[in-house]
Each structure stands twice: as structure tokens, then as C-alpha cells.
């Protein structure tokens, strides 16, 4: 047996040591972001350490330490005594509308730890963990998480991928955003064709309960939000139903899927934004395939063994086993209609 090879090892070590630099970034970005550092840090420029601690009402020796880390982690950027951010970094930590923006991620990273204990013990059961049974802040960081993409990318590019459906919701549909979670989704598109109506469906309570009390304050009208299955929703005669992040979530993805066909107008669009994944695992070996195996490991797959049937697709199903699913509910065209880093867009119809 021969001995490890130096270089290949020093380059392990240094990736190893590249990772828990982040992993222990997590709990300090999530710091700055609720106290505002990275807000004020952005709004009043290069300044000094005591100065953004007075500014922001924390203990200077803390912000000291805390902005030492950032710099050191290039989340921040330090020359001559001051720190600030620059543009990008800015968007990325500071900017919650902007498409780049990945605080969120990061709330999400802190969930998945708070998870580990249940995750841990469902290894040697194989059975799930209930979406609802599972950290206590996952909801919110979830929706935060997908935010910046639904924000920038829904009703500007995804939407006018589909053939006629903008069109419908401009002159007044009906749609359906299956799986809505927070409502955010549905909230934008509700903003966007005031002339339509929605409704949005969940099975977890909670999130319905944070979905309204979000359409609540932007005070519109023309949507609503039930607790409900996938595969067992009321409504009928759809122009357009929705699934965003959620269908490789579901315990019975065919069934939801057929559930949907039966719920749309004959000349009704489904459209399904899942996470960009090659259809092996050699296309998905990169680090947007490494984030989203383990989320998919830590979250979905046990979200989908909690449920019926438990058919655990996983966070990289791919495009193929997407419209293979997809096609089961008997759609006869499906189509990826757009794509950005990290989603696909499907369209199906027929």
C-alpha cells in the first residue's frame, strides 16, 4: 500500500480549511445581518470599527472582532484602518433584493445544523422528519432563501418563458401556487396582475399562517392562501398552477402531478421551478450540486420520507426524472422553458 500523495494532500487540507472557515462564517453573518452591520456598514461607507459599533448600538470590542473576521473571511473589505463594502459585496450581504444575495443560504446552513440530531437518528430508520417537526427557523430561511431569484427572475423572465400565460394573467386568470410555503411566490405575482386571482396551497399550517399575514401587509385583495395537500387541493378550472422548489419535496410527486392535470382548464399551463441539476451524479459534481446534495440530505429527502408513499426524488432529480414524473400525471408536452444558475423552469401542458 503506498502512502498519501503530499500535494494531493496539502491541496485536501487547504480545501478542508477553506471549509470550515465557512462553516464557522455561518453563525457571524447571521450576526451582521440582524444587527444591521452590514446594512450600515453599506450605508455609511469606509469608517472604523468604533464608529460602526456606535452606529449600530453594539459593544465596540465585539464589532472589532467581528469585522477582523470578515476581512479575513473577504466579506469585508479592510485598507488603512477602515472597513466597507464593496459593490459586490454589498449584494451579496446587504442588498436582500438583489440577485445575489446569499444571507439567507446562510440562516438555512444554521437550520440544517439544528437539524442534524433528527436527520441523524432517521439514518437508521429510514423513515423521515415531518417538514413541520423540523428546525425551528428553517421556514423563514427557506423563503429567504429563494427570495432574491423569485424577486428578479418570476415575473420578469420565468413567466414570459411560458407560451400565452402572460398574456391570461394581464386580460384575468386563475392560478394555483401549489406548495406555497411563506406565499412569496404568490405574493409577487398577485402584485404583478392585479386583474387575476390566486390562491396558494400548503400542508404545514404555519407557513399559511405566515403567507397571510404577508399578503395582509401589502394589503392586496386578490389572492388567498388554504392548508392543503399537493394531491388533494379543492380547487378546479386553473389557467395556471405553480409549484416553485417543492415537487422533488413531495412524498407523491405523480400523484400531486395528476392532481394538478385534473385541476387545470384543458388549455391550462403547469409550471414547476425545481433546482438545476444534471441528470447524473458526474454532471452534478460541483459546488452547486455540493450545496444542493446536502440540503437535499439534510431537508428534502427527509421531508419526503415523512410523507405517503415517501418517493424521495431528492434536490438533483434532474431533467429527465423531472419529466418523466411530470408526464405521469398524464401531460403529453413538457418543456424546460428557462434556467437560471440555480433553477430550471419546466412548462407542461396538455
Same mark, same amino acid.
Given at each position: 500500500?503506498?502512502?498519501? *500523495? ?8 487547504? @480545501? ?9 462564517? /455561518?453563525?457571524?453573518? @447571521? ?14 461607507? &469606509? ?39 464593496? $459593490?459586490?459585496?454589498? +449584494?451579496?450581504?446587504?442588498? &436582500?433584493?438583489? &440577485?445575489? #444575495?446569499?444571507?439567507?443560504?446562510? *440562516? ?24 413541520? *417537526? ?9 423563503? %429567504? +432563501?429563494?427570495?432574491?431569484? =423569485? ?13 400565452? /400565460?402572460? *398574456? ?25 396582475? &392585479?386583474?387575476?386571482?390566486? /390562491?396558494? =396551497? ?21 389572492? @388567498? ?27 407523491? $410527486? ?16 403547469? +409550471? ?17 450540486? %455540493? ?27 434532474? #431533467? ?13 408536452? /413538457? ?8 433553477? +430550471? ?6
Amino acid at each position: 500500500m503506498t502512502g498519501p *500523495d503530499e500535494d494531493k494532500l496539502n491541496s485536501l487540507i487547504g @480545501r478542508v480549511l477553506g471549509d470550515l472557515g465557512g462553516a464557522v462564517s /455561518v453563525p457571524l453573518v @447571521r450576526i451582521g445581518d440582524q444587527l444591521g452591520l452590514y446594512r450600515k456598514l453599506a450605508e455609511i461607507g &469606509p469608517t472604523s470599527s468604533d464608529s460602526l459599533a456606535a452606529s449600530t448600538g453594539c459593544a465596540p470590542r465585539y464589532v472589532r472582532e467581528w469585522l477582523s473576521a470578515q476581512a479575513a473571511s473577504g466579506y469585508v473589505t479592510y485598507d488603512a484602518g477602515q472597513f466597507s463594502l464593496s $459593490p459586490e459585496q454589498a +449584494m451579496i450581504f446587504a442588498s &436582500p433584493d438583489s &440577485p445575489a #444575495s446569499l444571507v439567507g443560504a446562510f *440562516d438555512t446552513a444554521a437550520a440544517m445544523v439544528e437539524n442534524r440530531p433528527k436527520v441523524q437518528a432517521a439514518f437508521r430508520t429510514g423513515k423521515g422528519v415531518a417538514w413541520g *417537526d423540523q428546525a425551528t427557523c428553517l421556514f423563514c430561511a427557506v423563503a %429567504r +432563501m429563494f427570495w432574491p431569484g =423569485y424577486v428578479n427572475a418570476l415575473v420578469q423572465d420565468w413567466l414570459p418563458a411560458l407560451d400565452g /400565460v402572460v *398574456d391570461k394573467l394581464k386580460a384575468g386568470a386563475n392560478v394555483a401556487d401549489v406548495g406555497c410555503g411563506h406565499g412569496l411566490s404568490t405574493i409577487l405575482m398577485a402584485q404583478a396582475f &392585479p386583474a387575476s386571482n390566486f /390562491v396558494g =396551497y400548503d400542508f404545514h399550517p404555519a407557513s399559511i399562517a405566515a403567507a397571510e399575514a404577508h399578503a395582509q401587509s401589502h394589503g392586496l385583495t386578490n389572492l @388567498r392562501f388554504e392548508v392543503a395537500k399537493a394531491q388533494d387541493f379543492a380547487g378546479r378550472g386553473f389557467d395556471l398552477i405553480t409549484c416553485f422548489d417543492c415537487l422533488h419535496d413531495m412524498g407523491d $410527486p405523480e400523484a400531486a402531478t395528476a392532481h394538478v392535470k385534473a385541476a387545470l382548464k384543458p388549455d391550462g399551463t403547469f +409550471m414547476i421551478v425545481e433546482p438545476r441539476a444534471g441528470d447524473t451524479l458526474e454532471d452534478n459534481i460541483n459546488p452547486i450540486g %455540493r450545496l444542493f446534495y446536502s440540503a437535499s440530505t439534510m431537508i428534502c429527502l427527509p421531508t419526503s420520507l415523512a410523507q405517503e408513499r415517501g418517493l424521495a426524488l431528492g434536490a438533483q432529480a434532474g #431533467s429527465a426524472r423531472l419529466t418523466e414524473v411530470i408526464r405521469s400525471g398524464g401531460f403529453t408536452h /413538457v418543456r424546460q422553458a428557462a434556467e437560471t444558475p440555480l433553477n +430550471m423552469v419546466f412548462e407542461a401542458t396538455g
